[in-house]
Antibody
Framework: QVQLVESGGGLVKPGGSLRLSCAAS????????MSWIRQAPGKGLEWVSY????????YYADSVKGRFTISRDNAKNSLYLQMNSLRAEDTAVYYC????????????WGQGTLVTVSS | QSALTQPASVSGSPGQSITISCTGT?????????VSWYQQHPGKAPKLMIY???NRPSGVSNRFSGSKSGNTASLTISGLQAEDEADYYC???????????FGGGTKLTVL
């Protein structure tokens, strides 16, 4: 069964930085696009960023553009999200999700990692 | 990017059918057949239920079906069961961000 395990979440002060990681296993990581999706406490899902299988195509939500950077290391089967200039409104559970074989969707999700931005 | 519009809540009795709507624009739902639906139980990660408007991934019950008309997509759950009680989110590709957009979510209560 596909496995995605996020790590790197925690408590950070406003203006601070954090780097999230997502370790992938039990599938050929380099064949699939990956995305980060977040969910603020008690709120809905918000798409954050997308990276293609090769890493050459990247998109961001307007809310994080210029502050967050998505990247991947196909040799290490890992996805990353570098988050800078963090704000209180970035507080959320961050999920990494694998793209679908066919179509545009998020086929498998990790269990999420909580990021709390507070002074 | 504006979220897609879903009803906040729907309810139904066991065995009944319910439909959850998801309204967007011609830049997302209406412009592409890339609508997907996710089920999320409390404290759990979302699970893909429908992709590309009406396709079911392997392992998802055929009680779940999807459709689209114009700028509105729909998820129908037939033969409601207690385990279907969860939050449901729609999502679509959007040309606005070249990425994704989600609906606000719908809480399904099985009476």
């Amino acid at each position: 069964q596909v496995q995605l395990v996020e790590s790197g979440g925690g408590l950070v002060k406003p203006g601070g930085s954090l780097r999230l990681s997502c370790a992938a296993s039990r599938f050929t990581f380099s064949d699939y696009s990956m995305s980060w999706i977040r969910q603020a406490p008690g709120k809905g899902l918000e798409w954050v960023s997308y990276i293609s299988s090769s890493g050459t195509t990247i998109y961001y939500a307007d809310s994080v553009k210029g502050r967050f950077t998505i990247s991947r290391d196909n040799a290490k089967n890992s996805l990353y999200l570098q988050m800078n200039s963090l704000r209180a409104e970035d507080t959320a559970v961050y999920y990494c999700a694998r793209g679908c074989t066919n179509g545009v969707c998020y086929r498998y999700w990790g269990q999420g990692t909580l990021v709390t931005v507070s002074s | 990017q504006s979220a897609l519009t879903q009803p906040a809540s729907v309810s139904g009795s066991p065995g009944q059918s319910i439909t959850i709507s998801c309204t967007g624009t011609s830049s997302d739902v209406g412009g592409y057949n890339y609508v997907s639906w996710y089920q999320q139980h409390p404290g759990k990660a979302p699970k893909l239920m429908i992709y590309d408007v009406s396709n079911r991934p392997s392992g998802v019950s055929n009680r779940f079906s999807g459709s689209k008309s114009g700028n509105t997509a729909s998820l129908t759950i037939s033969g409601l069961q207690a385990e279907d009680e969860a939050d449901y989110y729609c999502s679509s590709y959007t040309s606005s961000s070249l990425g994704g957009v989600f609906g606000g979510g719908t809480k399904l209560t099985v009476l």
